[in-house]
Structures are given as structure tokens and as C-alpha cells.
């Protein structure tokens, strides 16, 4: 048990770096004062270009991957898999380090859920996908595909741990992009220049 509840923390403290923060910050930006003022992926993009971007995606992605890769090959059982993903994705989206506001948590739900049920991911990519060539949206996109995982994962995978924390994740992703939800609804969000 104890190596569990290290490994629980160690994920949420992993996931708690803020990526985003960090990387422009090092370009000389304090990407909580700039854009939207979210640390994510999206918003260092729009702020500090795509290399900057693509390098917080990744940094952001890894958080939630490799927890998960950890737990699996340590031998746990999947609720510790699981709840290893969900340590690290409320790190990022409640980072210690920041008195406990951080991201959205897309790029870090992506890392979680390629680890548990990457066969879901691509169908799940398939539908952000769509919806940002439709749209313009990149927030409507990540909605979109936080909705449609925990079917996706419950028909593909069907491992209740694993369903179940998607479905937690899925849910705190929707709530943590209620701001988009209004902005959609009233028309002024910002769409996605590539």
C-alpha cells in the first residue's frame, strides 16, 4: 500500500508542473497574463507559437502518460493504474504550485487516457478532429471529445476503473471549460488559426 500512495503522490506532484508556465516564461512571458491567461497548450500556441505550443502539449501529455505507464509496470492492480492518471490530471488542473488553479487538463487527460485505452484516444481524436475542421473551436473540440470518451472507453475497453476515471476526468474537463461553454454560446470565443 505504501508504494501506491507514493506513487499517487508523485503523480499529482508531476502532473502540479505547470508546463505552459514554465516554457514561456522561459521566452520571457507570464502566459497567465497574456491570451486567456490559461497556462495550457491552446493558449501558450496563440501566445508564443506553434513550437512553443507543440513543446506544452507534450510536456502537458507526458504528465498524465506517465504515471499511468509507471503503475501498469510496477504491476499494480488497474484502480491504482487508474487513480494514478486521475492523481496526476488533478495535479495539473489544481497545481499545488499555484495555489491550486491550473489548466483546463485536455493535454493531460490525452496522457492519462493513452495509457489506460489508447484504441479510444484515436477515435476520440477522430471526433475533436472533426469538430475543429467544422468549427474553428478548439475548446468546442476538447468538449466534444471529453463527452464522447467514457462510451468510448466502456465499449472498446470496458474495465471499470478505467471507465470510471475517464468519466471523472470527462466531467472536470466540461466544468473546467464552462467559461468556453458561454463564450461559445454567446459567439465570442475565439476560433483556431492554424
Known sequence: MLNEILLLAGAYLLGSIPTGLLLAKAAGV?????????IGATNVYRTLGRSVGIATLVGDCLKGLLP???????????IWVALAGLAAFLGHVYTVFLGFKGGKGVATA????????PL??????GIFMAVVATSRYISLGSIAAAAAMPPIVAFLDGRPPFVGVTLVIALLVIW????????LRAGTENRFKA
Open 120 to 125: 479510444s484516444v484515436l477515435v476520440a481524436l
Open 176 to 183: 473546467k471549460h464552462r467559461e468556453n461553454i458561454q463564450r
Open 110 to 117: 490525452l496522457g492519462v487516457f493513452l495509457g489506460i485505452s
Open 30 to 38: 507570464d502566459i497567465r497574463n497574456t491570451g486567456s491567461g490559461n
Open 68 to 78: 499511468v505507464l509507471a503503475a501498469t509496470y510496477l504491476g499494480m492492480a488497474e
